[in-house]
């Protein structure tokens, strides 16, 4: 109990099990779908590149990563709109102003 | 169509498999099995020093594939229990000695009038592992609860699930070390089930005993004391014959396994 308390205020250094679960976590990732960290961030950059053609998109909060379910991985991607352009209603037209 | 064929393969080496093979077939032999094992190793034979066969070798895999002799005479009976036998690999030869399609016809010739054929794979994801690979129904990974052997797991794996037609992939973790999971310096069985999904067929905990067995050419399921990875290794050979028998893991932080298992006064992890 302890010890989970000591993380949950991230005092307690992690273990070396941790440790290992994490760094194979990560290297199964490259290694399952051949893509190198480096490559995975050109995409991403492609990928930006290809949606702003379309969306507005806060480019600062874009995540896109591999992610591992049972023995499939997904390109999982996180592409949040610009907040303004979603939330501005629409400007008011004559047509608008006419209805009773 | 008979046996059941299963490999016993791993990737990375010295994770146990020989010791695996050797304890799950004579467990098998003792539950009335009639049982097989062959080492798929060919130049680095070690199966029949493992089981204590070494000094009965005649003829070997190599001798049966390249016709110098029959089956029947490459097989060495284990006189210790009912219905044993093992082909051993050669000793002087490379693994390009054998091909797939060898041990398919081999396996074949053996389906008929066995229950089960283990095959102890070589390490490695090359040509021995092929060999190996190819006649299996089913197959039994084993790793050890340690970066490279799970990484090496997971490749391994992966390459099964990429043959065309699909095998059965089970996960047995070896050498487990309760007191070190304990104290978070060793991943846990939880750990490398999350990271590897596959079905979990057994844990066996690190054990003394096994070398001491291997000293002797005495697999320790042979022994009557019992031992912790003994214990393992019998109810894993039970789940191979399709016996429900509970995976008790007590390796788990006070995990409910744990809790479970003493209550229900069980010893240790298998
Ligand atoms: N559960 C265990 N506890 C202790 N030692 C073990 C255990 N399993 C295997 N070993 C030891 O590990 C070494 C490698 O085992 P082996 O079966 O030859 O591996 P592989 O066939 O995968 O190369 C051997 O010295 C063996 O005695
Ligand atoms: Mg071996």
Redesign the pocket.
Known sequence: MASFLERLIGRRDPSSAELARERLKLVLVTDRSDLSPDKLERMQGEIIQVIRKYLEIDETEVAIKLEQRDRKTYLVADVPLEQDRIYKPPPKTDEDEAKP | MGARVITIT?GK????????TANLAVSLATLNKKVVCVDADIGLR?LDV?MGLENRIVYDLVDVVEGRCKLRQAMVKDKRVPDLYLLPAAQTRDKTAVSPQDMVALTDQLREDYDLILIDSP?GIEWGFRNALAPADEVIV?TNPEVSAVRDADRIIGLIEAEERRIPVSLMI??VKPEMVRRGDMLSVNDVMEILSIRLLGV?????E??IS?NKGTPLTLEDHKTP?GEAFLNIARRVTGENVPLISLDQKGGVLRRLARMFGSSDST
């Not at chain 2, 080496?13 to 695996?20: D, E, F, I, L, P």
């Not at chain 2, 066996?204 to 003394?208: A, G, I, M, N, R």
């Open positions: 791993s080496g010295g994770v146990g498999k020989t010791t695996a070690n493992v390490a084993i070896n050498r066996v905990p690190e054990d003394q096994i070398l291997s990875a």
